[in-house]
C-alpha cells in the first residue's frame, strides 16, 4: 500500500516569547520543528506499511529550509519524500495550500492512503486535509484516533467527537487526519536519519513549473482570504480583589468567567 | 512580482512596517528595506500614499462583482436531532451582520426528521430556514452534507456562511468551502463588517493566542467562518415572515464513499495537565487529601484537571507529573485557579503564562495576588465548596 | 534546524549534524530531562530509555552500515554524546561505552558469528558491553595490569581482577584488558572478549557514588574464566595498538560528555537567574551574576570549537591525540567551573536534591578520572609540546 504523509514545518510555539515593550512575537531565533500532528500521521502510515509493504511517501509545501521536516519524515521511515518550494507559494491561505499540495500529490500519483495531522500548531485551522481531499475528490475521515483495520478496499477508523467517538468505514482511496491520541510517535532512526542527509537521497524538490500550476493561482495571488492585519492582544491582568461574603464573591467570579472569551465560558 | 524600496523618497517614517502582515519590510540604516519574508501583499504601499516610496510591479487584483451575493446563512449543526448550542449563538451574531449589510438571516438545516427544530431556529433569528430532509443525510456524512450544501449554495447564492467549530463543523466546512470555491477562516473570535466595503472582517488568534490575525476574504463567494462554541452569544428574536424553503436533492448512497458503523458515547480520558484548558491547582493551604478531592470536584465540572506545588508531591497526594513549576511543567491553560497557593517563583514560573490566573488565599499580602487576574481572599475550604455549589446549581444547558 | 546545503544540481539536502544534534536535543528534552533527577536521586538505571537509543541506532551510529552501524562518524557521535550529557551524564556515558570502548575491538576483531552473537545485539541495544581497564594497581599505568590471560590448547583462561567497572553488574560482555606474558608488560596485553555467562565471571556489590549514581560501577572477577581463541581482539602484544587506535576518539568523547553537562548547568542558571528575583530585580541583572554567566558561555563556545576541530580531524584520518587531550583538559576543567558557579547563582537551592543542579556538581567529578587524569594528559601535553 502507498501511502502519502502530508507534513508541515512550524515554529515551535511552546516556548513562544513576546517582546515586553511592544508585545509582539519574536520571530527570531524561534526554533522550527516538525508540526506535532504530522508525527503522528507518519508513525501510523509507517505502522501500516510495515503490515502491508509498499511505500510511504512524505510531502511538505514549504521554503527550502523545511527540507529539514522531511529529512526528519525519511528518519521515522518514509522511503520518499517531496518538496513543493517557489517563491510563488509564499502567503499561501489554506485554499491555495491545499491546491499546491494536491497537484504535487496528482504528480506522484500511485497512492492509496493519504494521511496528515489533525491540524498545524501555527495556524490551527485544520483545513488543509479535508480541502486536500475535495480537490482529488476522495473520501475523508478527520480527527481519527485509531486504525482498526485497513485493506485496498476498505479502512476502518476511529473518530474522536466531543461526547465519544465514531467507527467510520471508508472506501479508498481515502485522506484521514489524525489527532495525537492515535500512537507514540518513534523517534527517527539514525541511520535513516543520516543517509536522507546524502546527496542521493530520494528527496525531490518540485517548483510550480514542475507540479504544472500557474503562479497566480497559488501563493497570495492565488489565496480567497487576505490578511488584513495582525495585532496582539492585551492580556494585561487586573489584580482585583474580589470583595464581599462568600456567596457574592462566587457569584462575581462566575459572572467573569462567564463574559470572558474562554472555551468554557458557555458552559458555566 | 517584487516591492522594491525608492530609498531618496523614504524617510524612515516605519509606517510601513506597521502595516505589514508578515514582518516583510524592516528598517535599515534608517530606510525601509524588504525581507524575505515579504509577500508582495501590497500593505505597505498603501501605507506609503504620502511618501509614495515603495513601488511594485503587482497588478491590482480585480474584485469580483458579487452584489447578487444575498443573506447572511447559519449552517443548523444537529446529531440526533438535537442542535448544537453555536448554531444558536451564530444567529446571534448573523442578526447583527446582516443589519449592517442589510441582509436577511437564514438557517440551513439537513437531516432526516428534523423539522421540530425549525420552530427554534426561527427563534433565534432565522427568517428563512432552508430544509433538506433525506434517508442519506440522517447521520452526519461528509460528502453528502458537502454535496447538498454545496447545491444550495450554487442555487441561492447566500454572501455569507457561518459554521460552529464543533467536530462536525470543521470536518465539514473546509470541504464546503473547497467544493463552492471560496475562503474560509476557521475559529474566529470576533465577526465584523466593515463599513466602506461591506466585507465580513474575520478576526481569529494564531500562534497559540499570541498573536491576533484580522482576515477577508474579498476576492471570492460566500465569505465563509467558523466559529468556536461559547464566543458568541444567542439573541432570541421573531422575524417577521418566517419562511420555510425545502429544497430537494438526489443523493446517491455509493457517492458517499463512508460508512458508520457504530457510534458510542464516551467520557473524554484525563488530559495531561499541559494540554488542559483549566487546571485548578492546590498548594499548602489546601487540607491534604480530602481537600484534594475537592479540588477535583471542581475540576470535574470545570472540564479541567488537577495540579500542585512540589510540596503536595511530596506527601504523595498526587502523582509526579501533577507538579507545576521550575522542577515540574510549565504549562498555559485559559483558566488557572491556584488554591492555597502563596505564589513562590519556584511554583509560578510554570504558571504565569496562563490566560486567566484566579488566586484563592485566606493571606491577603501572598504574592500569588498580585499574579492574579481576580482575587478572593478567603478560606480555601468555604470558597471552593461554594464555588461548586453555584456551578452545579446555576446549571450548565 | 539551520540552512540546509544546496548542491549544484538543485537538490536540496539537511545538514547531518543538524540534523542528529535537533534529534537528540528532542529526545533529551521530551524523554530524559523530565526524569532525570528522580533516577539519579533514586541510583536507579533507566534501563528503558537506555533500550530507546538502541532502537534509534544511537549505539550503531560511528559504525558503518554494513557492519549493523548508522553509517555516520565520529563528528556525529560526539554530537549525540554533547546532547544526552546535557540530559543525564550516567546514561550518556554508558552510551559513548556501549558506541566505542566496548564494542570497537569486536567490531574490529570479532569473527562474523561473534558479530551475530555480541555485536549487533549490542548495536540494537538488545545487550550491552562494558569495556574493563582499571585494577586496584593499574589505572594510568596499564604496565602494572595484573589480570592473566593464559594460552591453552583451544583458548585462554583468564584469572583475576578489574575495579571501577562501569556496568560491571549489568553489562552482557565485557572487553577486557589482559596480560599475555607478564615478562614482557606492556608488550605483553591484549583485549579478550569475555561474556558475562562464562563461568567463573563474578561481580561485587555496586559501589555507593558521589556522582552519576545511575550508573553500576562495581569490581568485577575473573577465576579460571575459559574464553575460545577468536575471543582475543587483535594479536597478542597489541592490546595497548588497539587501546592508541580509539585513544583520541575517547578523550574527545569525554570532552563531548563534559560540554553537554556544561551546557545543562548553563542553561538551568540562566533560566532560574532570570526568575529569582531580589532586592526588586532579577538576579540576573547583577552585574557578578552576568559575570559568571559570560564566563560560562565564553567557556562552553571555546570547548565547543576545540572539540568540533578535534572530531573533524578524526573524520578525516589525522592524528590529533595531543588536540584531544587538550580539549577533554579544557573542557573537563571548564564544566567544573561551570556547575560551581551554577551552584552559586542557584544560592540556597542548590544544596537541595530537588533541583538538578547539585547533580551536575557532583557528576562532574566522573569526568576528571574518566578519559585520562588531568595530572597525566598536563604531562602529556607538556611532553609532546616540548619535544618538538
Known amino acids: ?268 | 512580482m517584487t516591492i522594491w524600496i525608492i530609498e531618496e523618497k523614504c524617510d524612515g517614517c516605519r509606517r510601513c512596517i506597521k502595516a505589514c502582515p508578515y514582518e516583510g519590510i524592516k528598517i535599515k540604516d534608517g530606510i525601509a528595506s524588504v525581507t524575505e519574508r515579504c509577500t508582495s501583499c501590497g500593505a505597505c504601499i498603501e501605507a506609503c500614499k504620502k511618501q509614495n516610496a515603495i513601488e511594485s510591479d503587482i497588478e491590482p487584483r480585480k474584485i469580483p462583482d458579487f452584489s447578487d451575493r444575498q443573506g447572511v446563512w447559519v449552517f443548523a449543526d444537529q446529531t440526533d436531532g438535537k442542535l448544537a448550542r453555536v448554531c444558536l449563538e451564530l444567529l446571534g451574531k448573523a442578526q447583527d451582520l446582516a443589519k449592517d449589510m442589510g441582509h436577511k438571516v437564514s438557517a440551513v438545516l439537513l437531516g432526516k426528521d428534523v423539522s421540530h427544530l425549525i420552530q427554534t431556529l426561527h427563534d433565534h433569528g432565522a427568517q428563512n430556514v432552508y430544509l433538506v430532509e433525506d434517508d442519506l443525510l440522517k447521520n452526519f456524512r461528509t460528502i453528502a452534507y458537502t454535496n447538498v450544501i454545496e447545491d444550495l449554495v450554487l442555487t441561492y447564492k447566500p454572501n455569507i456562511l457561518l459554521m460552529g467549530a464543533t467536530a462536525l463543523g470543521r470536518d465539514l466546512a473546509p470541504r464546503v468551502s473547497r467544493r463552492v470555491g471560496t475562503g474560509l477562516t476557521a475559529d474566529c473570535t470576533q465577526l465584523a463588517i466593515d463599513p466602506d466595503e461591506k466585507l465580513m472582517f474575520q478576526t481569529r488568534p494564531a500562534f497559540g493566542g499570541n498573536v491576533m490575525a484580522t482576515i477577508a476574504c474579498k476576492y471570492a463567494s460566500p465569505q465563509m467562518a467558523t466559529v468556536r462554541p461559547g464566543v458568541m452569544e444567542a439573541a432570541p428574536c421573531k422575524p417577521e415572515n418566517p419562511t420555510l424553503i425545502r429544497h430537494k436533492i438526489s443523493l446517491k448512497e455509493q457517492d458517499i464513499r463512508t460508512k458508520i458503523l457504530e457510534r458510542v458515547t464516551q467520557k473524554k480520558p484525563g488530559t495531561d495537565i499541559i494540554d488542559a484548558n483549566v487546571i485548578v491547582a492546590g498548594g499548602r493551604g489546601v487540607n491534604g487529601e480530602q481537600g484534594f478531592a475537592m479540588l477535583k470536584e471542581l475540576a470535574d465540572i470545570l472540564g479541567g484537571e488537577l495540579a500542585c506545588t512540589r510540596l503536595i508531591i511530596e506527601q504523595g497526594i498526587l502523582p509526579h507529573d501533577a507538579q507545576v513549576g521550575q522542577t515540574g511543567k510549565t504549562i498555559r491553560p485559559e483558566i488557572y485557579i491556584a488554591c492555597g497557593i502563596s505564589g513562590a517563583v519556584q511554583h509560578t514560573a510554570g504558571m504565569t503564562g496562563s490566560r486567566y490566573i484566579i488566586a484563592i488565599n485566606n493571606d491577603p499580602l501572598a504574592p500569588i495576588f498580585k499574579l492574579a487576574n481576580w482575587g478572593i481572599v478567603g478560606d480555601v475550604h468555604e470558597i471552593v465548596p461554594e464555588f461548586i455549589k453555584q456551578l452545579s446549581c446555576g446549571g450548565a444547558s | 534546524m539551520t540552512q540546509p546545503n544546496k548542491s549544484r544540481s538543485g537538490k536540496i539536502r539537511s545538514n547531518a549534524e543538524d540534523m542528529v544534534r535537533f534529534t537528540m536535543a528532542n529526545f533529551v528534552d521530551k524523554e530524559i530531562i523530565p526524569v532525570a533527577t528522580e533516577y539519579d536521586n533514586k541510583g536507579e538505571f533507566p534501563q528503558h530509555l537506555f533500550k530507546k537509543l538502541g532502537k534509534m541506532g544511537v549505539f550503531g551510529i560511528r559504525y558503518p552500515k554494513k557492519a549493523g552501524g548508522s553509517g555516520g562518524n565520529t563528528t556525529l557521535y560526539c554530537i549525540a554524546m554533547q546532547e544526552l550529557a546535557r540530559g543525564l551524564l550516567s546514561l550518556a556515558a554508558t552510551t559513548a561505552m556501549q558506541c566505542l570502548m566496548a564494542t570497537n575491538g569486536l567490531y574490529l576483531y570479532g569473527t562474523k558469528k561473534m558479530h551475530e552473537e555480541f555485536l549487533y545485539p549490542a548495536l540494537k541495544g538488545d545487550k550491552m558491553g562494558a569495556f574493563q581497564l582499571t585494577e586496584p594497581n593499574a589505572g594510568s599505568d596499564l604496565s602494572a595490569v595484573r589480570t592473566k590471560a593464559e594460552k591453552t590448547r583451544d583458548g585462554y583462561v583468564i584469572n583475576g581482577m578489574k575495579t571501577w567497572s562501569t556496568s560491571g553488574p549489568k553489562a552482557d560482555f565485557h572487553t577486557v584488558l589482559c596480560q599475555t606474558d607478564p615478562s614482557i608488560g606492556l608488550r605483553g596485553l591484549a583485549f579478550f572478549l569475555v561474556p558475562a555467562s562464562t563461568p567463573g565471571f563474578s561481580y561485587s556489590k555496586p559501589f555507593d557514588l558521589l556522582g552519576t549514581r545511575t550508573s553500576a560501577i562495581s569490581e568485577i572477577y575473573f577465576k579460571d574464566c575459559h574464553v575460545p581463541v577468536e575471543y582475543r581482539l587483535g594479536k597478542e602484544g597489541r592490546g595497548l595498538g588497539v587501546l592508541l587506535k580509539i585513544l583520541s576518539e575517547i578523550r574527545i568523547m569525554t570532552a563531548s560528555l563534559a560540554l553537554g553537562l556544561h551546557r545543562a548547568a548553563m542553561d538551568d542558571a540562566i533560566r532560574y537567574c532570570k526568575e529569582r528575583e531580589q532586592f526588586g530585580k532579577p538576579i540576573s541583572k547583577y552585574q557578578l551574576i552576568q559575570a559568571k554567566i559570560a564566563n560560562m558561555a565564553v567557556n562552553l563556545e571555546a570547548g565547543q570549537l576545540m572539540v568540533d576541530k578535534v572530531t573533524h580531524m578524526i573524520d578525516q584520518g589525522k592524528e590529533c591525540l595531543n588536540l584531544a587531550s587538550m580539549a577533554k583538559y579544557f573542557t573537563v576543567e571548564s564544566t567544573c567551573s561551570a556547575c560551581d558557579e551554577a551552584m552559586r547563582i542557584f544560592g540556597g537551592y542548590a544544596y537541595s536534591m530537588e533541583y538538578s543542579v547539585q547533580r551536575y556538581y557532583r557528576d562532574n567529578r566522573f569526568l576528571l578520572s574518566g578519559g585520562g587524569t588531568h595530572e597525566v594528559l598536563q604531562t602529556t601535553i607538556a611532553r609532546e609540546i616540548l619535544s618538538r
Not at chain 1, 501511502?3 to 511552546?14: A, H, S
Not at chain 1, 519524515?73 to 517557489?86: E, N, Q, R, T, W
Not at chain 1, 485551522?125 to 476522495?138: F, K, N, R
Request: proline share 4%; with cysteine; glycine share 6%.
Open chain 1, 1 to 268: 500500500m502507498n501511502i502519502i504523509v502530508l507534513v508541515k514545518q512550524v515554529p515551535n510555539t511552546t516556548n513562544i516569547k513576546l517582546d515586553p515593550k511592544t508585545g509582539n512575537l519574536i520571530r527570531e531565533g524561534l526554533e522550527s520543528i516538525m508540526n506535532p500532528d504530522d508525527l503522528h500521521a507518519l508513525e501510523a502510515a509507517v505502522k501500516i506499511k510495515d503490515k502491508t509493504g509498499g511505500k510511504v511517501m512524505a510531502v511538505s509545501m514549504g521554503p527550502p529550509q523545511a527540507v529539514d521536516v522531511l529529512t526528519q519524515a525519511m528518519g521515522m521511515g518514509a522511503d520518499k519524500a517531496f518538496l513543493l518550494s517557489d517563491r510563488a507559494f509564499s502567503g499561501a491561505d489554506t485554499w491555495a495550500t491545499s491546491y499546491t499540495l494536491s497537484k504535487g500529490i496528482e504528480k506522484i500519483k500511485d497512492y492509496d492512503l493519504i494521511i496528515c495531522g489533525h491540524q498545524a500548531i501555527d495556524g490551527d485551522t485544520a483545513q488543509i486535509g479535508p480541502q486536500v481531499a475535495d480537490w482529488l475528490d476522495i473520501a475523508q475521515a478527520t480527527y481519527v484516533n485509531d486504525i482498526e483495520s485497513v485493506d485496498e478496499n476498505e479502512i476502518v477508523v476511529k473518530r474522536r467527537l466531543e461526547h465519544g467517538f465514531e467507527r467510520l468505514a471508508c472506501k479508498m482511496p481515502v485522506l484521514l487526519t489524525v489527532i495525537s491520541e492515535l500512537n507514540e510517535p518513534r523517534y527517527p532512526h539514525m541511520e535513516q536519519l543520516i543517509s536522507a542527509c546524502e546527496q542521493k537521497a530520494p528527496i525531490k524538490v518540485w517548483n510550480a513549473a514542475d507540479i504544472g500550476v500557474k503562479t497566480i493561482e497559488v501563493g497570495l495571488e492565488g489565496s480567497n482570504t487576505h490578511v488584513i492585519k495582525t495585532f496582539t492582544p492585551n492580556f494585561k491582568r487586573q489584580n482585583e480583589l474580589l470583595e464581599g461574603s462568600n456567596k457574592e464573591v462566587v457569584s462575581d467570579l462566575i459572572d467573569r468567567l462567564k463574559k470572558s472569551d474562554t472555551t468554557i465560558a458557555y458552559r458555566l
